[in-house]
């Protein structure tokens, strides 16, 4: 049927919350917008007169989308070069969503949307709907087609998933970027034991190249191990600035909502590695190098002011 103008506007007003959603459920900003223009075509089918309550009927047509991406994403994901991490977002990105209480900034962070790929569909379902959204369970069992006690079960088991990373540690703005320039300070310093000094004893270090950049199959481990890496990765080298393109700036900012470096070359992103802190030091570097999940975050930079970076680098 043709839409008429305060079908739009219902749909539109809409939309952050459907992108939000959407990008916890599947960790990919590029898949939450298919994901909500296909739950669109779906709207612009259906009979919208008799839909008591649209926002209702919109998460659950976008829930149960996301539910069909989420199977075939496991199977392509079990065929990925290298290891996996999800799309991120950079400081201000729409699609970050609410952002308000420590629940739903510890939703969209780096490590959680890692680690919830540990969890069933089902599972990441309700403890997006429940965590981030604050859906009560009544509501989210009727999106699933399931009883109230099996989405209580299913919270319980997604929580209990998640609680066994690490919980990082809630740092504003200012923090974060002092984090970033000290790590970088180090880092630059050719010296190992500076960083080690920063690190947990049992911090890693993660790439994802996707197969389309050098990217070790293998995370670091071990705060010597990931130091003398870091070392060698921030060292300037002929063969890393032809890998790039050119010469890297590199920047502090917050992606996900935790303290990051961005690394641009020519206006283009190249790199994104976020850092997980806790009270005892930095515990996990998640870096993504991937072009391909990288063009959103390209497209926010040159959209906003970064000012001048930390470190011209490479």
């Known amino acids: ?171 504003d703005e200012a923090a974060a970027r002092r984090i970033v320039e000290e790590f970088l300070a180090a880092a630059t310093s050719g010296q190992t034991e500076p960083l080690v000094r920063l690190l947990t004893s049992d911090a890693i270090a993660i790439g994802d190249g996707g197969g389309k950049v050098p990217a070790r199959t293998k995370p670091f481990e071990g705060a010597l191990a990931v130091a003398k890496f870091m070392r060698g990765l921030f060292k300037p080298s002929k063969a890393k600035r032809d890998l790039l393109g050119g010469s890297a700036e590199i920047h502090a900012t917050t992606a996900n909502g935790v303290p990051a470096l961005v690394v641009v070359v020519d206006g283009r992103v190249a790199g994104v590695m976020c850092l997980e802190i806790t009270d005892d030091g930095i515990a996990a570097f998640r870096n993504q190098a991937n072009p391909d999940k990288l063009e959103r975050a390209t497209r926010q930079w040159a959209a906003t002011d970064h000012g001048a970076p930390l470190l011209h680098a490479f």
């Open 1 to 171: 049927m043709a839409l008429t103008r305060t079908h739009m506007d219902r749909f539109e007003a809409s939309m952050p919350r459907l992108e939000a959603i959407a990008y916890r459920l599947l960790g990919s900003a590029s898949d939450a917008e298919d994901a909500v223009q296909d739950t669109f075509l779906r709207w612009q089918a259906a009979d919208i007169d008799r839909i008591e309550v649209p926002e209702a009927w919109l998460t659950k047509v976008l829930t149960n989308v996301c539910l069909n991406q989420l199977t075939s994403a496991r199977a392509r994901r079990e065929s990925y070069v290298g290891q996996w991490l999800p799309e991120p977002l950079l400081a201000g990105d729409p699609m970050l969503g609410p952002a308000e209480t420590a629940e739903q900034r510890e939703s969209l962070s780096y490590a959680v949307l890692t680690l919830m790929e540990r969890l069933s569909p089902n599972e990441r379902v309700v403890y997006v709907l429940r965590e981030a959204f604050d859906y009560p369970h009544r509501k989210i069992a009727e999106i699933l087609d399931i009883t109230e006690a099996s989405c209580q079960q299913l919270f319980h088991r997604a929580k209990q998933h998640v609680a066994r990373g690490k919980s990082r540690t809630e740092i």
